[in-house]
């Protein structure tokens, strides 16, 4: 009877992880050359912390890495976009203009999102962009703790240790010498699906537009 009893345990334990895997996307090698984005510029990483208005508590993290390239780590976000191509929770081609959507799709009454950059060696940027690479895909609710285990894994940044909660790790992130930290406020309603669509609508506008033109 109670070796029935650990069976079913286990069995429940490995179906609630399963639960908890994260689905993996992997767009084509030919979207993401396409689609790069170099911001020039001497190498920086952001942190990204959106904060509720009403508690104070972390919503999501998200990092910016401004190297080579700029590649936002996202991990577990809902954010998407027809011309960010995404592998594993990795952004590429986050112009100002896409950031900028990004910025505003997470910027709404009910959270501010805080802007922690510091500047870092072209080869602390490059190995940052090769372990949110590595990472693979983020289960959700684990957003802070994957952005922490890859800092806390870089020279630099093993001050910030490893934290589940994302106000944790920007606290730490802001202990950091030379950090500049900005805030972004914004009214829109909380219904940030509709925002979503607006931005796709306008993407595909804009590529018919350039199709158009390019037929002239």
Known sequence: ????LRLCAALALAGALAGCAAEEVWAPEEAVQRAAYSPGGSPTVTLVTMISNSSGSGGHSALIIDGAQRVVFDPAGSWHHPQVPERND???????TLMGYY????????YHVVLQEVDV????????????QS????????????????????????????????VRTMN???ELPGVRESQIFDDDSDDNLE???AQARAAQTQAVAAEIAGGL
Request: with cysteine.
């Open 135 to 166: 990472y693979g895909a983020v289960p959700q609710a684990q957003c802070s703790l994957s952005i922490s285990r890859v800092l806390s894994r870089t020279p630099g940044f093993e001050s910030i240790g490893t934290s589940w909660y994302p």
């Open 103 to 110: 910025m505003d799709y997470h910027a709404r009454e009910t």
């Open 172 to 174: 730490r992130f802001g």
């Open 90 to 96: 990795v952004l590429y081609g986050m112009s100002p």
């Open 1 to 4: 009877m109670k070796s029935l």
């Open 195 to 197: 925002l979503l669509q």
């Open 121 to 132: 060696t072209p080869a602390t940027a490059a190995s940052l962009i090769a372990s949110v």
